[in-house]
């Protein structure tokens, strides 16, 4: 058994750390753990006018966004020397904020850009336009990037994936049948009619109708959300020369050149073959004039936010009212702050971390980490369906996990970005450029192993495979999540499973396909892998049954990971909460034991509420499952839950044990 540090050790008396204030107590725990937690909030709570959802997420979020508002704003406020990122932070907020200037100006920020769609010829100049068009920022039919090389992650490697939907997912396009669907797309084609005609098009509606025709194309040629979870299929690497044999006609090589890898490299990564054959066929296959205002249309679509208000309030109508519900655009400071975050998002978080980050909060966090990670170790060491060949595997992947906490131990160079207080299009164009240039520049060079893919400012964490490697921001070690004043049961509960849920994306369907060195390589033997299956199939059936609104049920596929995550981290965290007691009983506070503020600490942080247009939006294009079910799906698989709340057959939340799911 691993040894683990005591948190608790000579510390004064801590509080519970739960929300008793939302329980709901005429809901059994037994029944609806979710509702009896959350209940009152539930009952009480509106989701503000501004939001599609609401929740501890979007609350702490809510916090972390204000705080960053008092950063952006003072940087705004002071004169700083031209060329520092403070000078930068401040007066992108500005050129964002002067709505005065973004009415005078029209759509006269896009000039160049229209001029140079409108100028299109011929389709040979179309790689060198998509190649443009994607480094300010603009959606094209194919992305082309660099990232680890999958199968080789001491290199970097080039991709080319799909791309190039107005819509959140292909699902919009081809469901003729689900009413919602329909009604989405209709009124997309009306918005696209619209936002066109705003621009000066006189021909608005039936170029609209182009558009969509031709995106539905694409959209039949798409890989769904599903498909693309699948690491192996997503991997074909190919000399440069066959891409000419998948998509003939197109010129790959002026698109390479275009994006900026040029003769760089001799071989890329195409991520859905089919797609790009499909894509090449649908653009040999379409007008001149459908491309042009298909390009013209998403440069639009990109930009709208940054235009003046008629464009701003089309733009929300549709992307905020209709596919989310949302009947009020966000207070345009926070969009201000989100566009500054998006462009310079550690400049901001490195101010952020010196005002909220204190240092024992990342020392606390470094410890729950390492118990975890102990109790991962001996929960493998001690696995029954897992043989000793994938065992030693596993845990040698385990050993070489690499965490970080708080935030980058070097922090992003913006020296060559160009900010003006006066040219917010510009600014928000010469951002995207500057991400694609950083971009591309890695290939050739060692992999950055101290790169972040979050600010310390997000409310959130992730796994990354190729690095193998959990990343946990600042913004997200606080309460609920993480409450340094509160005894230990909730920290484990909470932020203790968010610590095991990412460890366990390490050996989720997906994670568990690479290994230490975050290589794509099978090191299960046949017999392990299946015996895997079998558990995640369960998991599979379980999710799929939830169905948040009438005739919508969880992908159980597409939320696969998040389901292992969740339901893996749970149990891990427990482990860890109870070898951390060190034998000795935990205290009751508030009337409730350390098990039962365990798994309390885990369903308070999923209290969330959402609109039903952005929870269909959710379930076709989220890999995880709506809040309720994380929590309710989650802990019903746990058999310290059962004891913990007493739950017996007839209760609405027991399983059989035989149906229980059990992974690490």
Known sequence: MAAFANAADNAPARTSGIDVQYIDSSVRPQDDFFKYLNGKWLKDTEIPADKSSWGTFMQLRETSITQARGIVEADAAAKHKVGTDEQKIGDLYK?????????????????????????????????????????????????????????????????????????PDRDYYLKKDDKRMADALAKYEEHVAKVLTLAGEKNAESEAKAIVAFETQLAQAQWTKVELRDPVKRYNKMEVAKLAELAPGYDWKAALAAAGVGNKVDTVIVGQPSYLSGMNQIVQNADLATLQSYFKWHLLREFSPFLSKQFVDANFAFYGTVLTGVNENRPRWQRGVATVEGALGEAVGRQYVAQYFPPERKARMEELVKNVLAAYKDSIEHLEWMGAETRAQALDKLAKFTPHIGYPSKWRDYSKLTIKADDLVGNVMRASQFAHNRNISKLGKPVDREEWGMTPQTVNAYYNSS???????????????????????????????????????????????????????????????????????????????FEPIPGYHVNGQLTMG?????????????????????????PVIDGLTGDQRFYMGFGQVWRSKMRDAAQIVQIKTDPHSPGQFRANGTVRNQPGFYEAFGVKPGDKMYLEPKDRVSIW
């Open 95 to 167: 050129s964002f904020m002067d709505e005065k200037k973004l009415e005078s100006l029209g759509t006269k920020p896009l000039a160049g850009e229209l001029h140079r769609i409108a100028a299109l010829k011929d389709k040979k100049a179309l790689p060198a336009l998509i190649a443009h068009l994607s480094q300010i920022g603009v959606s094209s039919p194919y992305g082309i990037r660099v990232a680890q090389d999958a199968k080789n992650s001491t290199q970097y490697a080039v991709y080319i994936g799909q791309s190039g939907l107005g819509l």
């Open 562 to 586: 998040e389901n292992i995550g969740d339901n893996s981290g749970l149990a891990i965290a427990y482990k860890a909460y109870k070898i951390s007691l060190h034998g000795q009983p935990a």
């Open 467 to 545: 690095l193998n490697e959990i990343v946990f921001p600042a913004a997200i070690l606080q309460p609920p999540f993480f409450n340094a004043a509160a005894d230990d049961a909730v920290n484990y509960g909470a932020i203790g499973a968010v610590i095991g849920h990412e460890i366990g994306h390490g050996f989720d369907d997906k994670g568990s396909q690479s290994d230490g060195d975050g290589n794509l390589r099978n090191w299960w033997t046949d017999s392990d892998r299946a015996a895997f299956k079998a558990k995640t199939d369960v998991l599979d059936a379980q999710y799929s049954a």
